[in-house]
């Protein structure tokens, strides 16, 4: 970490803060990541219009620490777009039941599953719900739903056997009038999809849904099927005018680009997250994990980690100065241990950073604790005891101890190490950064 410092230390020399050249330089990243995770175009292109906007404001203020800012940024808009706050499931109003949701998307993209799977979280929350198959396309669709439905300990309506192809909304009304008669809380439509968008296929969407009026229509997505969720959503929202999405096979390696790409061209919430074969991976969906989920991505990180960089350099230069001179103080040094906590929480995401070995193993040494410890000592000692180590005495030490929770051993240790760098930095002046991101202390 320390040769990466002092290498770029040289290259961010004359930088005292972000430039606006960094803000483009960063969006531009961000801009490639996007593109790469299967983010439709038009949103990448508001997206970063809008993040560059707010980040050059950062990079114009005086503001403490830009980088961070313009992670937040990053992170704020990436929730603002994936749809802010969740949204619950539309219910009918008490008395007026049942509810009803109506499934529609793409054969394979999850619907029979699907069912299950909201059949068996509402019933989990008390509801009595019916599963009603009406995707009379393929010849195993309704056996699917029926072998679905009893894993899921909920009913199943199905046309009887034997009947020849039936007329699906004829099966979905006939649901209806069975879970309106016998007490049903939910109604779950499950609907037959095409391996393509037609007309024909939308046309019984539509003829299902104004039959049995739907308080939800759920689009079911697959997220991994890339830039062609767009045009698919599209489609569907033309189509039948969905008022929910669900992603599903978030399991697999896609990085939550369809997410983005189906919120930011429909406007349409996403509510549901699939996350596996089995009934019970599934889950609400949180904007602010899918931001973290989008912000792991590699490039991602790298920018944010460039963009750390740029900002401790700015620190360093400072002590850089300060060390020449002679002048590192334990105040300083609390500032920079500041710095270093942010590695605490940098930990977690870094180590997700595919490549990252040489810092992951620096990472895993980080100890936590240590710095708190350190911290606590330091915050312990007053202002001019912080600027000048020398008057520290034993009674003074003891109360150091005594007020941080440590021993005087700790508090010891602490100070012949602060001194012990201080001369080695005072050795090494003029070598610019070298120990100032505190870790020769640790
Ligand atoms: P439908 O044609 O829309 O009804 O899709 P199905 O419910 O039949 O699902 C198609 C395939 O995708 C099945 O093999 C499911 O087990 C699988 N599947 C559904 N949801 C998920 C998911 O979230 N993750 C994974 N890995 N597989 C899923
Ligand atoms: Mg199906």
Do not use: C
């Amino acid at each position: 970490l320390q040769d990466r410092i002092s290498e770029s230390f040289k290259h961010l020399r004359k930088k005292g803060k972000l430039s606006e050249a960094d803000v483009d330089e960063t969006v531009g990243e961000i801009r490639r990541a996007l593109i790469e995770a299967d983010v439709a175009l038009e949103v990448v292109k508001d997206f970063s219009a809008r993040v560059k906007e707010k980040a050059y404001g950062a990079a114009r203020s005086e503001a403490l620490n830009p980088a961070q800012q313009i992670v937040k940024i990053v992170n704020d808009e990436l929730i603002e777009i994936l749809g802010g706050e969740d949204r619950e499931l539309h219910f009918a109003r008490p008395g007026k039941g049942p509810t009803v949701f109506m499934l529609a998307g793409l054969q394979g993209a999850g619907k029979t599953t699907l069912a299950g799977k909201l059949g068996r979280w509402l019933g989990k929350q008390d509801k009595k719900v019916l599963l009603v198959a009406a995707d009379l396309q393929r010849p195993n669709a309704v056996t699917q739903l029926e072998i679905v439905g009893e894993q899921a300990g909920v009913t199943v309506f199905a046309p009887e056997p034997g009947n020849g192809v039936g007329d699906p909304v004829d099966v979905a009304r006939r649901g209806l009038a069975l879970a309106s008669g016998s007490g049903y809380d939910v109604m779950i439509v499950d609907t037959a999809g095409r391996l393509g968008v037609d007309e024909e296929l939308m046309a019984q969407a539509r003829a299902i849904r104004d039959e049995v009026q739907p308080e939800e229509v759920l689009f079911v997505l697959d997220a991994m099927i890339g830039q062609d969720a767009v045009r698919t959503a599209r489609a569907f929202q033309e189509g039948v005018d969905f008022t929910g999405v669900v992603l599903t096979k978030l399991d697999g390696d896609a990085r939550g680009g369809a997410a983005l790409s189906v919120r930011g061209v429909t406007g349409v919430p996403v509510l549901f997250a699939s996350t596996g074969e089995g009934l019970d991976d599934f889950e609400r969906f949180h904007a602010d994990r899918m931001a973290s989920r989008i912000l792991d991505m590699g490039d991602m990180l790298s920018l944010i980690e460039k963009a750390q960089e740029t900002f401790d350099m700015e620190q360093a230069e400072k002590l850089a100065g300060k060390i020449q001179q002679g002048q590192l103080t334990l105040e300083d040094f609390l500032n920079q241990l500041q710095q270093i906590k942010k590695l605490g929480s940098m930990k977690k995401l870094l180590g997700m950073m595919p490549g990252a070995g040489k810092i992951r193993e620096q990472l895993d040494q980080f100890d936590e604790r240590e710095v708190d410890r350190i911290e606590a000592i330091v915050r312990s000692m007053t202002p001019a005891e912080r600027r000048d180590v020398k008057i520290l005495n034993g009674s003074r030490r003891a109360r150091i101890a005594a007020g941080s929770g440590t021993t005087v051993a700790d508090v010891n240790g602490l100070v012949d190490r602060f001194e012990m760098a201080q001369k080695m930095m005072g050795g090494m002046a003029g070598m610019a950064g070298a120990g100032a991101d505190g870790m020769g202390m640790m």
